[in-house]
DNA sequence: CAAGTGACAATAA
DNA sequence: TTTATTGCCACTT
């Protein structure tokens, strides 16, 4: 485990594959925590996104952040569906892309 | 040190 | 089904 759990947070996100998204719970769950909120404190103090793929990291609905978030609320939908996800009415298909640990 | 705020989630109304 | 409230835990002021 790494020493910060933001780190922990960051090799989670960039383990998931494109094409896949998962959620603040999820990654919460993997990292033995129930605190999604950390896992998006933690994506928001992200340097860059050129390290962590925020992008693919959403609400347990299949929603996306707020809004504020990557420069554009469009742009993080357009990122993943660059990647193969595919949307259902403005929120992600998590039935067909929700990401499962390996 | 205490209170307030927040890229969330679950439950109640 | 949508909206409101509560809970969890860390970070900021």
Not at 6 to 23: D, Q
Not at 60 to 72: E, K, M, N, T
């Amino acid at each position: 485990m790494a020493e910060n759990f933001f780190e922990c947070v960051y090799a989670v996100v960039r383990r998931i594959p494109p094409g896949k998204v998962a959620t603040y719970k999820l990654i919460a769950d993997i990292l033995d925590t129930r605190d999604a909120r950390r896992v998006g404190h933690a994506l928001h103090a992200n340097p860059d996104g050129s390290r962590t793929p925020c992008h693919r990291v959403v609400f347990s609905d299949g929603r996306l952040a707020p809004g504020y978030a990557f420069g554009g609320p469009n742009g993080q939908r357009r990122k993943l569906e660059l990647e193969g996800v595919t949307f259902i009415d403005g929120n992600v298909d998590l039935s067909t892309h929700l990401w499962q640990p390996t």
